[in-house]
């Protein structure tokens, strides 16, 4: 990858189900260490560009990652460095904690032994839960969880889809804590779709406005907030 060229790079992203498009061809970019957020309304096409991106649906358009092409097969996605946190958060409910994380480590050779201690000090509750099967914890620590586990691959893009859907805001605000923190220490970029904006927007050093699957808008948080019709129509202020 040449100095100053984008982690990732997005041209002309095409992606649908059966016959029905859903993302009309979009440009974004992504450098490392960078927190950029997708906005927009339900349906949108959010959670399309994520699944498109990590592979789990067909995409046209041209996507290189850390210099090269981006492979369209999820598990050559995540070992190129991508892990994707799905809406819902996806964990194997009837694994324990545990298990879940070592599931997130799949691709990595040696001892995650490290890892695993590093992620429930960040988590604390995630440690006291380690034995207990997934489908019991709370919504808030599955989403701890699907961090974590997502974290075990030690990504260099971490794709985190609606990480605030259902959670109480004391637990939110922990969690996008969390997400900085692990980018702005240890250089992990981050792309974010969430319809909280302004607390997205808090963390983000970028961010564009989907809508029908096209992007109308893009900016620093400050840009965007200056922008009427953006504060209005996804801010919920003006
Ligand atoms: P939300 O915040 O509601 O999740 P979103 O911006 O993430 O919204 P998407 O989930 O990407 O939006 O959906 C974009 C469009 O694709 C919507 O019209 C939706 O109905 C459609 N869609 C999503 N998933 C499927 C699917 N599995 N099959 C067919 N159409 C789908």
């Not at 649906?57 to 996605?77: E, H, K, N, W, Y």
């Not at 893009?157 to 692990?182: H, M």
């Not at 319809?195 to 989907?210: F, K």
Request: with cysteine; glycine share 12%.
């Amino acid at each position: 990858m040449s100095a100053g060229a984008p982690l990732l790079d997005v041209t002309g992203l095409a992606a649908g189900y059966g016959p029905i498009e859903v993302l009309h061809g979009l440009d974004f970019q992504v450098a490392a260490g960078e927190i950029v957020v997708i906005l927009g309304a339900n349906g949108a096409g959010k959670t399309t560009t994520m699944r498109a991106l990590s592979g789990l649906i067909p995409r046209r358009g041209q996507a290189t990652f850390a210099g090269s092409a981006l492979s369209t097969r999820p598990d050559a996605v995540l070992r190129a460095g991508i892990a994707h946190v799905p809406q819902g958060r996806g964990t194997f409910t009837d694994l324990t904690v545990e298990e879940n994380l070592m599931c997130g480590a799949f691709i990595r050779k040696g001892s995650v032994d490290d890892d695993l201690a590093h992620w429930f000090s960040v988590f604390p509750r995630l440690e006291e839960r380690r034995d207990q099967r997934a489908g019991s914890l709370s919504g808030g620590e599955q989403q701890m969880l699907a961090i974590a586990r997502a974290m075990m691959s030690r990504p260099k893009l971490l794709l985190c889809d609606e990480p605030s859907l259902g959670l109480a805001p004391l637990i939110t605000k922990e969690l996008f804590e969390v997400l900085e923190q692990a980018s702005r220490s240890d250089g992990l970029a981050l792309l974010i779709v969430e319809q909280n904006a302004n607390l997205a927007l808090a963390i983000a050093d970028r961010a564009y406005v989907l809508e029908t699957g096209r992007i109308v808008a893009q900016g620093t948080g400050a840009e965007l907030l200056a922008d009427d019709t953006v504060k209005q129509a996804y801010l919920g202020v003006g």
